[in-house]
């Protein structure tokens, strides 16, 4: 007696679609937060020249978003011993359904370095 086994491979592909196309989506934004990490590294470096220039708050945010397509924050805290820790922040959107109750949607991505101010 010969089984038909036509549907098998329709079914099995069914079922794997989703969690593939899942893995693929988190890939995705795993890769833009990796990104928007390092591309906040350079802007960091870019903030501290621009303090130790002496600009202004606002002109430093503003030489910053300047070539930004998102909005990155900056968030200086002087402390007493004469070191600031300075942060820069941008939000990430998160494309994964279902990842945003993992991760806070937008994820908010920051680095942050402590300097010497006078």
Known sequence: MEVNNKGQALIEFVLILPIFIFLIFLSVDIGRI???KNHLETKLNDAIELLEEKKS?????????????????????Y???????VKVIE??????P???LILSDPYEVYTTR?????
Not at 57 to 77: A, G, P, R
């Open 114 to 118: 402590e300097v010497i101010y006078e």
């Open 79 to 85: 402390k007493e011993n004469k070191y600031a820790t």
């Open 34 to 36: 990796l990104y928007a």
């Open 98 to 100: 279902g990842l945003n």
């Open 57 to 77: 708050y606002d002109e430093v945010v503003d030489l910053l978003n300047q070539d930004s397509s998102s909005k990155i924050q900056l968030d200086i805290k």
């Open 91 to 96: 939000r990430v959107d998160i494309l994964t």
